[in-house]
């Protein structure tokens, strides 16, 4: 890092996949029809993610929020998470790609609990890219889940102190987020990894997601290289002395 910016690239990149909806609707397609093409670039960033040699990559793919959405749209949704998590992600215990799921069980459909945990354990020892994927998620959620286990474990002293309620998170060694990336024009976190991303830089593009691409991803990468990181100081902190 210098005075005009990161020389690192972003070690852990969060993105909400933000506009599946606008993009069908645009073509007079159904909606489900976005959500499809904004599967296939899901896959896509794990592979421009490695390429860029970053170590985790998050992904927000269903919110505790998005179950008020249509009953149709939130079964194919879910019934699109399954296909891609037992085809698409598949390859990637080939790849040494390490998948985690971030969220909770309450509402999912148990098998897709079961294909997740399987993952999660199948790919536990590879040492490749971290893919992080939030389904039935939200950063509150996930605060309140980690404070209950403090206050189910230990005194409530200790649970009050921010080195106790991480370890308590969803994915406890999760980094920090350095970049999250949102699409389709919302300059909002929705309640995406608020904890984790408490120094994150954030950029946002009028890119609707299904139309989101390699060059758009590294164009986000420069963006952050260009970014000055104090993190509450007056200096970055190789710059401090
Ligand atoms: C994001 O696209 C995908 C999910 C939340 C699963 P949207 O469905 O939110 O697309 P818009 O915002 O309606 O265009
Ligand atoms: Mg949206």
Not at 50 to 76: H, M, Q, Y
Not at 200 to 220: G, I, N, Q, S, V
Request: charged fraction near 25%; hydrophobic fraction near 40%.
């Amino acid at each position: 890092m210098n005075a005009t910016g990161n020389a690192k690239p972003p070690s852990h990149v969060a993105i909400i996949p933000d506009g599946n909806g606008r993009w069908a609707l645009r073509r007079g397609l159904p909606r489900m029809i976005g959500h499809r093409a904004g599967a296939k670039v899901v896959a896509r960033a794990v592979q421009w993610a490695k390429r860029a040699g970053i170590s985790s990559l998050s992904i927000f793919c269903f919110s505790t929020e998005n179950w008020s959405r249509p009953a149709d749209e939130v079964s194919g949704l879910m019934r699109l998470f399954d296909l891609m998590l037992r085809r698409n992600f598949r390859r990637l215990l080939r790849e040494n790609v390490r998948l985690r799921w971030l969220g909770k069980a309450d509402g999912l459909p148990k098998t897709m609990v079961e294909t997740l945990r399987s993952l999660e354990e199948q790919t536990a020892d590879r040492s490749g890219l971290q893919l992080f994927l939030a389904i039935n998620y939200s950063g509150r959620d996930e605060a309140v889940r980690a404070a209950a286990k403090c206050y189910g474990g230990i005194s409530v002293s200790a649970a009050a102190d921010w080195n106790q309620m991480a370890k308590r998170l969803d994915c406890p060694d999760m980094a920090d987020v350095d970049l999250l990336i949102r699409t389709s024009g919302e300059m909002r976190l929705s309640n995406f990894l608020l904890l984790q991303s408490a120094y994150a830089e954030l950029y946002f593009t009028d890119c609707l997601w299904p139309d989101f691409d390699e060059k758009e991803f590294l164009r986000a990468i420069a963006t952050y290289g260009q970014r000055q990181r104090r993190f509450g100081a007056t200096a970055p902190p190789d710059e401090q002395h």
